[in-house]
């Protein structure tokens, strides 16, 4: 897999969990340890994302 297509595919990973995140908003009586959970991962994808990017 070339460096671009990872990329793609971490930056699709992270829009995804954009909504998931949206979606758990929505939602009154989700725990914030949740929402949590979901932004450190969302977190970890924009990192990664961007140490890619700027050996790329």
């Known amino acids: ?6 990329i793609e595919q971490l930056k699709q990973k992270h829009r995804s969990l954009e909504e998931q995140l949206s979606s ?3 939602n009154l009586s989700v725990p914030d340890r949740d929402l949590a959970s979901v932004k450190r991962e969302k977190l970890k994808l ?3 994302i961007s140490r890619l990017e700027s050996q790329h």
């Open 46 to 48: 924009k990192d990664e």
């Open 24 to 26: 758990l908003k929505s």
């Open 1 to 6: 897999m070339s460096i671009e297509a990872h």
